[in-house]
């Protein structure tokens, strides 16, 4: 079975300043990975995700995920963060019909 | 445009009430999951669908049931409600093997 490591349970940053979540998966043949954003009260969204092809992953509101496949590592970056993008963040790999999830990593902006 | 609807999104209810939890999606798609999680905490599977009377239970182990008897609809219900079942009730569905799952916007439930 498939899991997934969120290596920072919380990531402060101020705003402006570029940002890095950490994301391990454990090794497969192959993988898809995902990244989700969750806001306060709020469902998960999709941020990005990787099927196949080119390894750097562009997605929404700037963010974009290298996957590395002798590290299998899946990291999201933003060159610039906003105050806006305080929220969770969820890395997650297909496991057969399911995705499993990491424990999240609260990213917190400061002004 | 991912359509997958969640109602309530907020109950208060008071303990021993029994509560079904609304989950539907317009999509089509043939999988379907309800994740329990507590705030600023991890997602924890506790029951999904791979179709129309599909149901298995998740990792987490839940006094909850659901049903799948129309693909689109997927209930979840305690009979019982208790104040250890106050959460987040998140539902989400997948086409497929590949793709990912798209979510609700939740239910908090809180139980006094």
């Known amino acids: 079975a498939q899991s997934v490591t969120q290596l920072d349970s919380q990531v402060p940053v101020f705003e402006e300043a570029p940002v890095e979540l950490r994301c391990n998966y454990s090794?497969?043949?192959?993988?898809?990975l995902f990244w989700y954003v969750q806001y306060p009260n709020q469902g998960l969204q999709l941020l990005l995700k990787?099927?196949?092809?080119?390894?750097l992953v562009k997605g929404i509101n700037g963010f974009e995920a290298e996957f590395n496949k002798s590290q299998t590592s899946f990291h999201l970056r933003k060159p610039s963060v906003h105050i806006s993008d305080t929220a969770e963040y969820f890395c997650?790999?297909?496991?057969?019909?399911?995705?499993?999830f990491g424990a999240g990593t609260i990213l917190r902006v400061k002004s | 445009e991912a359509d997958i609807y969640q109602t309530p999104r907020y109950l208060v209810i008071g303990t021993g009430k029994k509560i079904t939890l609304e989950c539907s999606q317009t999509?089509?798609?043939?999988?379907m999951y309800w994740y329990q999680q507590d705030p600023g905490m991890e997602l924890h599977l506790i029951h999904y669908?791979?179709?129309?009377?599909?149901?298995e239970k998740g990792d987490l182990s839940s006094e909850s049931t659901v049903s799948r008897i129309r693909t689109e609809h997927f209930p979840l219900t305690l009979e019982s409600a208790r104040p250890s079942h106050t959460s987040q009730y998140l539902c989400?569905?997948?086409?497929?093997?590949?793709?990912?799952?798209?979510f609700g916007p939740g239910t908090r439930l809180t139980v006094l």
């Open positions: 999509m089509g798609h043939d999988k």
């Open positions: 669908s791979y179709g129309v009377n599909s149901t």
């Open positions: 997650a790999v297909s496991d057969g019909n399911k995705l499993v």
């Open positions: 090794s497969s043949v192959s993988v898809y």
């Open positions: 989400a569905s997948r086409q497929g093997g590949m793709g990912e799952q798209f």
């Open positions: 990787y099927l196949s092809g080119s390894t």
